[in-house]
């Protein structure tokens, strides 16, 4: 019910509507406060709430700075749960009580950047990412057709689309489309397209405001366009242009009006703009004002844009493997990645314990699968396998990697893992036999290593044959379903090949289209009819109120991706 009332209610992030104001336009909450007292009730209590706190919630990235201890200056308050004390006023009060705010944002993408001109030193690479040119052809060829997984504040659906119909060509048009790509400006979309591919002429509102609007064909986009054009078309000083732009950005009417009246004037004794010119520039300003955006703050994410989409284009196998080192533990992210790989024809190559690392690496221009990336495993384990590695050389048989495991970083459940993933073909090619056995070869590192400990050497603890090992059951290596099946709970996803691979020529002769092929012709037909072939590879059963029956969301993978589908109970 709660939820079938909040959906009457219109979302307008640019824009939020009160609650009286959502009476007011919707006829179906006024049926439903009229039709049903508890939600008459509920909107009662719900006037009188709004506007109140609910909770006392923390900038994430606000600090405040003092010429002294805070708390002579200001009540602070302090979350239990963190060790952080917190300023008590609100962001606004604590300005005027003397503070300076700092919002420091720590992104993610700054460390990709880093560890993927760390991996290019490796191979002999010296990037300093702070002097790449920014007229790069081949970065904005890859912005231009939309190739930007993993590429920062660029990635989503919309954004690519947005990226292939605007092609950017220059570095100003990154920081556009970061600030128009957002509710409210984004239906300036079609506008910019239109004047940038010449269909449409731009409107500059006034000859003396082109200089200003040109880079962005027209459109205010930048609350610093805003400031620009009060400034040289109404002689406002900078700071007043600042308070017209928040009195614009806020909507507060009496400050509006005030604004309205010296703009006016301004623009008669300035620019001799007639008071109704003056007034319609004023209120497109305003329109533009109220979702504006600061161009220094798009700018410097435009900026880690580029970087990133610069290191995809020019290094995309070291921007890769830095990518997915920063997605370790998430599963459908790493998919993604996977996905992309096969797009730009890179290869993956399976985790190993004589190759692999803790982070996804770089080995002969392909992407090696970090071990810490496996499920379960752990980044502890790894370690101890990698350091072991890197002090004695690598593992020449299983009985040898037995011998030198730290078996406090490592139990049963790991050993699967890693037996499932095939990460130990290299010193044992069967899989079935390490995972069957896991329990008994665990227990026996255990042995040596106690034994290890106690000054004892046991009767083969030179030999580093594996016809010492304990007696394991002999059990036959999985058919290649039940290989792949095990890799995939291993892994999260298909990595070594699809269950699908050795149908794809029959599917073809039947013309079965796979993902990939379907996204191809929807990218300019609406819809499409298709026989397709997939393997499921989860379920999630949901009800419907609204129709009175389940159905289900399944997770789908083909050779060329992974996809989700709903279908109905009677399906």
Same mark, same amino acid.
């Given at each position: 019910?709660?939820?079938?009332?909040?959906?009457?209610?219109?979302?307008?992030?640019?824009?939020?509507?009160?609650?009286?104001?959502?009476?007011?336009?919707?006829?179906? /909450?006024?049926?439903?406060?009229?039709?049903?007292?508890?939600?008459?009730?509920?909107?009662?209590?719900?006037?009188?709430?709004?506007?109140?706190?609910?909770?006392?919630?923390?900038?994430?990235?606000?600090?405040?700075?003092?010429?002294?201890?805070?708390?002579?200056?200001?009540?602070?308050?302090?979350?239990?749960?963190?060790?952080?004390?917190?300023? #008590?006023?609100?962001?606004?009060?604590?300005?005027?009580?003397? /503070?300076?705010?700092?919002?420091? /944002?720590?992104?993610?993408?700054?460390?990709?950047?880093?560890?993927?001109?760390?991996?290019?030193?490796?191979?002999?690479?010296?990037?300093?990412?702070?002097?790449?040119?920014?007229?790069?052809?081949?970065?904005?060829?890859?912005? !231009?057709?939309?190739?930007?997984?993993?590429?920062?504040?660029?990635?989503?659906?919309?954004?690519?689309?947005?990226?292939?119909?605007?092609?950017?060509?220059?570095?100003?048009?990154?920081?556009?489309?970061?600030?128009?790509?957002?509710?409210?400006?984004?239906?300036?979309?079609?506008?910019?397209?239109?004047?940038?591919?010449?269909? $449409?002429?731009?409107?500059?509102?006034?000859?003396?405001?082109?200089?200003?609007?040109?880079?962005?064909?027209?459109?205010?986009?930048?609350?610093? #366009?805003?400031?620009?054009?009060?400034?040289?078309?109404?002689?406002?000083?900078?700071?007043?242009?600042?308070?017209?732009?928040?009195?614009?950005?806020?909507?507060?009417?009496?400050?509006?009006?005030?604004?309205?009246?010296?703009?006016?004037?301004?623009?008669?004794?300035?620019?001799?703009?007639?008071?109704?010119?003056?007034?319609?520039?004023?209120?497109?300003?305003?329109?533009?004002?109220?979702?504006?955006?600061?161009?220094?703050?798009?700018?410097?994410?435009?900026?880690?844009?580029?970087?990133?989409?610069?290191?995809?284009?020019?290094?995309?196998?070291?921007?890769?493997?830095?990518?997915?080192?920063?997605?370790?533990?998430?599963?459908?992210?790493?998919?993604?990645?996977?996905?992309?790989?096969?797009?730009?024809?890179?290869?993956?190559?399976?985790?190993?314990?004589?190759?692999?690392?803790?982070?996804?690496?770089?080995?002969?221009?392909?992407? =090696?699968?970090?071990?810490?990336?496996?499920?379960?495993?752990?980044? $502890?384990?790894?370690?101890?396998?990698?350091?072991?590695?890197?002090?004695?050389?690598?593992?020449? !048989?299983? $009985?040898?990697?037995?011998?030198?495991?730290?078996?406090?970083?490592?139990?049963?459940?790991?050993?699967?893992?890693?037996?499932?993933?095939?990460?130990?073909?290299?010193?044992?090619?069967? =899989?079935?036999?390490?995972?069957? !056995?896991?329990?008994?070869?665990? =227990?026996?590192?255990?042995?040596?290593?106690?034994?290890?400990?106690?000054?004892?050497?046991?009767?083969?603890?030179?030999?580093?044959?594996?016809?010492?090992?304990?007696?394991?059951?002999?059990?036959?290596?999985?058919?290649?379903?039940?290989?792949?099946?095990?890799?995939?709970?291993?892994?999260?996803?298909?990595?070594?090949?699809?269950?699908?691979?050795?149908?794809?020529?029959?599917?073809?002769?039947?013309?079965?289209?796979?993902?990939?092929?379907?996204?191809?012709?929807?990218?300019?037909?609406?819809?499409?009819?298709?026989?397709?072939?997939?393997?499921?590879?989860?379920? #999630?059963?949901?009800?419907?109120?609204?129709?009175?029956?389940?159905?289900?969301?399944?997770?789908?993978?083909?050779?060329?991706?992974?996809?989700?589908?709903?279908?109905?109970?009677?399906?």
């Amino acid at each position: 019910q709660v939820d079938r009332i909040a959906k009457m209610i219109p979302f307008n992030p640019a824009n939020p509507v009160t609650l009286q104001e959502a009476i007011d336009q919707t006829e179906d /909450l006024q049926n439903a406060r009229r039709e049903d007292e508890n939600v008459a009730k509920l909107l009662d209590i719900g006037l009188q709430l709004e506007g109140l706190y609910r909770h006392a919630s923390t900038h994430a990235a606000g600090v405040v700075i003092g010429d002294r201890p805070l708390d002579k200056l200001i009540p602070l308050y302090r979350d239990p749960r963190s060790d952080m004390p917190v300023t #008590q006023y609100n962001m606004k009060y604590v300005e005027l009580a003397g /503070l300076v705010k700092f919002d420091f /944002l720590g992104l993610k993408t700054m460390t990709v950047i880093q560890k993927c001109v760390d991996l290019l030193k490796k191979q002999g690479v010296d990037i300093d990412i702070l002097k790449l040119p920014l007229e790069d052809e081949k970065t904005y060829e890859l912005l !231009s057709a939309g190739d930007t997984v993993g590429v920062f504040q660029l990635e989503s659906g919309g954004m690519r689309d947005m990226l292939r119909k605007v092609k950017p060509d220059r570095f100003e048009e990154i920081i556009a489309l970061v600030s128009l790509y957002r509710p409210g400006p984004m239906d300036n979309i079609p506008t910019y397209v239109a004047i940038k591919n010449g269909e $449409k002429e731009p409107d500059y509102l006034h000859p003396k405001l082109k200089p200003y609007l040109e880079e962005t064909y027209g459109i205010m986009i930048y609350q610093e #366009q805003v400031m620009q054009a009060a400034q040289t078309l109404a002689g406002y000083s900078l700071g007043g242009a600042d308070l017209l732009r928040r009195a614009m950005g806020k909507k507060i009417k009496e400050a509006m009006d005030a604004e309205r009246e010296k703009f006016v004037k301004g623009a008669k004794e300035v620019s001799d703009v007639d008071e109704k010119q003056a007034n319609f520039i004023f209120d497109q300003i305003a329109k533009f004002a109220g979702y504006g955006f600061n161009k220094s703050h798009a700018a410097a994410y435009a900026l880690i844009a580029y970087w990133t989409a610069y290191l995809k284009a020019n290094h995309p196998v070291s921007f890769m493997a830095a990518s997915m080192s920063l997605d370790l533990q998430n599963t459908d992210k790493l998919a993604i990645f996977k996905q992309e790989l096969d797009n730009l024809e890179i290869d993956i190559l399976p985790p190993d314990i004589n190759h692999s690392r803790v982070e996804f690496s770089v080995e002969n221009g392909c992407v =090696r699968y970090a071990l810490s990336a496996l499920k379960g495993v752990g980044e $502890k384990a790894v370690e101890t396998i990698v350091e072991g590695r890197e002090a004695d050389g690598e593992y020449t !048989s299983l $009985k040898d990697f037995l011998t030198r495991l730290n078996v406090k970083a490592m139990n049963r459940r790991q050993f699967e893992v890693l037996a499932a993933s095939g990460a130990f073909d290299t010193v044992l090619d069967n =899989r079935a036999k390490l995972h069957g !056995s896991a329990d008994i070869l665990v =227990r026996y590192a255990q042995t040596l290593a106690a034994e290890r400990e106690s000054g004892q050497s046991g009767l083969f603890e030179e030999s580093s044959d594996d016809k010492d090992l304990p007696q394991i059951s002999d059990i036959p290596e999985w058919d290649m379903f039940d290989r792949l099946r095990y890799e995939y709970d291993a892994i999260g996803f298909y990595l070594s090949s699809h269950p699908l691979d050795p149908l794809r020529d029959q599917l073809r002769d039947l013309n079965f289209k796979f993902y990939k092929e379907v996204l191809e012709v929807l990218e300019t037909e609406n819809a499409v009819l298709v026989e397709t072939a997939a393997v499921i590879s989860k379920v #999630q059963e949901k009800f419907s109120a609204k129709i009175g029956k389940k159905f289900g969301i399944i997770q789908f993978s083909d050779p060329t991706g992974a996809y989700e589908a709903m279908m109905f109970s009677d399906m």
